[in-house]
């Protein structure tokens, strides 16, 4: 079995040879790298998107708004995904973004997770039928699970979601009443003994 080490590295320099800078290289590596954590297909997609890259065009997308439509080609998802993680903190503010089409959005995924990191809130990434919610690059949840992903994503919705509760109020006064119940009763031995007490001022 590769290491996680080796997965990175050679992800790296593959990318570098194809023509990225080692900067975005380096990048390709750790995503590649938290793709096979998270048990996806990276090295598979990172495997064959280099290769229809040396015969077929894809489109950079450096400046992300809400609305993106590629002008003839597919998006190229490293590219984009460099762009997303770089401008995080502005696409927050936009909440939901839409692109006509992303080339391997696999490759994309892991840039979404690391933006989720960044920002402390999850993302909900979908095209047509598959979906993936990315918390904070701790976990992934997808209906994706053990089926291939495709290469080519049309319209494409991207979500920054609000950190709320996942519970009523009803249920977290419930729990907190039943919490109280450890609570220890202030007793005059227990003011005594408490910080504090029993030092003189002198002044």
């Given at each position: 079995?590769?290491?996680?080490?080796?997965?990175?590295?050679?992800?790296?320099?593959?990318?570098?040879?194809?023509?990225?800078?080692?900067?975005?290289?380096?990048?390709?590596?750790?995503?590649?790298?938290?793709?096979?954590?998270?048990?996806?297909?990276?090295?598979?997609?990172?495997?064959?998107?280099?290769?229809?890259?040396?015969?077929?065009?894809?489109?950079?997308?450096?400046?992300?708004?809400?609305?993106?439509?590629?002008?003839?080609?597919s998006y190229c998802p490293i590219i984009l995904g460099v762009s997303f993680l770089d401008q995080i903190e502005k696409i927050e503010?936009?909440?939901?973004?839409?692109?006509?089409?992303?080339?391997?959005?696999?490759?994309?995924?892991?840039?979404?997770?690391?933006?989720?990191?960044?920002?402390?809130?999850?993302?909900?990434?979908?095209?047509?039928?598959?979906?993936?919610?990315?918390?904070?690059?701790?976990?992934?949840?997808?209906?994706?699970?053990?089926?291939?992903?495709?290469?080519?994503?049309?319209?494409?919705?991207?979500?920054?979601?609000?950190?709320?509760?996942?519970?009523?109020?009803?249920?977290?006064?419930?729990?907190?009443?039943?919490?109280?119940?450890?609570?220890?009763?202030?007793?005059?031995?227990?003011?005594?003994?408490?910080?504090?007490?029993?030092?003189?001022?002198?002044?």
């Open positions: 079995m590769r290491s996680l080490s080796e997965i990175e590295t050679t992800s790296k320099r593959a990318s570098r040879a194809l023509g990225y800078s080692w900067g975005i290289s380096e990048e390709v590596g750790k995503s590649v790298r938290l793709l096979e954590m998270f048990n996806f297909e990276g090295i598979k997609n990172l495997n064959e998107y280099l290769n229809e890259k040396k015969d077929k065009k894809f489109e950079n997308l450096n400046l992300i708004n809400e609305n993106n439509e590629c002008s003839e080609f503010k936009i909440k939901t973004i839409n692109f006509s089409k992303i080339a391997y959005p696999l490759l994309f995924l892991p840039f979404l997770s690391r933006s989720s990191e960044v920002i402390g809130k999850k993302i909900f990434f979908k095209f047509e039928k598959n979906e993936f919610l990315l918390n904070i690059n701790v976990n992934i949840s997808t209906n994706l699970l053990n089926k291939n992903c495709p290469n080519i994503a049309n319209n494409v919705e991207v979500k920054i979601l609000e950190n709320n509760d996942n519970f009523t109020e009803q249920d977290w006064k419930s729990l907190y009443q039943l919490s109280e119940k450890t609570f220890v009763e202030e007793t005059e031995s227990l003011k005594k003994g408490a910080a504090g007490a029993g030092l003189t001022d002198n002044d």
